[in-house]
């Protein structure tokens, strides 16, 4: 997956990722304070374990400095940096993209530096968007999960599936609420409608659905559940649902939608007021390094942004090719600006026009 560096990607870190001279003068306070042998990482509730053994502790090894994990969940963790501000001790917050934005709208986060961060050099271009103050470190495909013994792959890739009267009250899709939740109403929206913010034609399209919808979901485990049990044929999912599943040898797998196919991300964000930002970029370097992505990949299933990291076969059985280059198999992301400040409103309209009936 090696692929030389453009102009163009040289171009994306320098202008994507380099701290403006005030951030530099705010953090210089905290790079030489107490604590430079230890960070603090707040990071997600699952998968805490393989994340340790995937990097923390390879992190700690080849750095000599200490981690200490802080978990919960996206808005938990959010809130409690809005709370805390400078006083949290967060060095590093790894958090799904809409939250990322979320919190550098109130100013809770500063710019990476990439001069500190060599990996970058070694990244897709999607996980250097402008619009971040911080890289991504993996992203999340959206598509179908599916019964391989009541549907083709072609059945499953329609989105045309989830309005079929044929398999009406076997379908799931997710809440708004979730991350795969605003993917597939971008997806339904480019689809169907004038592109992925289409937020009008999404949701008159979703609602129409929606009596032939068995579960409107809010967790992995719901749809798995309702896999397994049988109760459903297929629900929009993002791919790191089906992982196990298809390890399992069921009869169960994955596929990206023909159309409207988007991608979230998950960014590794330096709180503004970082006790250890020096201990905090030495960690996103080697989170981003081609070591600590395969073994990421490996034991704890994210998709890894380095262009130089190994693909599972786990990975692989799932998703294919795509891994390789989610934008040349057709992937996006999705503007935050589009995002952050309609989110009130369509949660809102998402349960008066989609799941109120």
Same mark, same amino acid.
């Given at each position: ?9 040289? #171009? ?5 990722? &380099? ?16 604590? $430079? ?9 699952? *998968? ?6 995937? @990097? @923390?502790?390879?992190? /700690?090894? $080849?750095?000599?400095? $200490? @981690? ?39 100013? %809770? ?19 250097? +968007? ?14 179908? %999960?599916?019964?391989?013994? #009541? ?38 929206? +480019? ?11 999404? %949701?008159? /399209? ?14 992995? /485990?719901? @749809?798995?559940?309702?896999? /397994?049990? *049988? ?60 070591? *600590? ?6 034991? &704890? ?16 059985? &799932? ?9 040349? +198999? ?28």
């Amino acid at each position: 997956m090696t692929r030389t560096l453009t102009a163009r990607r040289t #171009a994306a870190v320098a202008s994507g990722l &380099v701290a403006t001279s005030l951030l530099a003068v705010g953090c210089s306070a905290t790079d030489d304070g107490a604590g $430079e042998d230890t960070i603090v990482v707040s990071s997600f509730p699952f *998968g805490v374990e393989e994340f340790e053994e995937a @990097v @923390v502790d390879p992190f /700690t090894e $080849e750095t000599g400095i $200490e @981690v200490e994990l802080e978990t919960g969940s996206n808005s938990d963790r959010l809130s409690q940096l809005q709370v805390a501000g400078d006083g949290s001790g967060i060095d590093v917050m790894l958090i799904s993209d809409y939250y990322a934005a979320l919190g550098q709208e109130d100013d %809770l986060f500063q710019q990476v530096d990439a001069a500190k961060v060599p990996a970058l050099e070694k990244v897709a271009d999607f996980a250097l +968007e402008d619009a971040y103050l911080g890289p991504a470190y993996s992203y999340q495909l959206n598509g179908t %999960l599916y019964s391989t013994e #009541a549907l083709s792959a072609e059945e499953a890739a329609s989105w045309d599936l989830y309005g079929s009267d044929a398999h009406a009250g076997n379908l799931a899709l997710p809440d708004i609420s979730v991350t795969a939740g605003q993917l597939m109403i971008s997806g339904v929206g +480019e689809t169907y409608g004038d592109g992925p913010y289409d937020i009008d034609t999404a %949701l008159t /399209t979703l609602g129409e659905w929606a009596p032939g919808i068995l579960q409107f979901y809010a967790s992995s /485990t719901e @749809v798995t559940n309702l896999l /397994t049990q *049988g109760e459903i044929i297929a629900a929009d999912s993002l791919s790191g649902f089906a992982t196990d599943l298809v390890a399992s040898g069921e009869p169960f797998a994955w596929t990206p939608p023909a159309t409207g196919r988007y991608m979230a991300t998950n960014r590794a964000m330096i709180p503004a007021g970082a006790p250890n930002a020096d201990g905090a970029h030495q960690f996103i370097d080697y989170l981003l390094s081609a070591e *600590g992505q395969t073994a990421s990949a490996e034991l &704890v299933g994210d998709l890894p942004v380095n262009t130089e990291a190994t693909v599972p076969d786990s990975i692989s059985a &799932v998703v294919g090719d795509i891994a390789a280059d989610p934008v040349a +198999e057709g992937y996006e992301t999705l503007d935050p600006a589009e995002l952050v400040p309609t989110r009130a409103e369509w949660v809102d309209r998402f349960a008066r026009e989609v799941t109120a009936g």
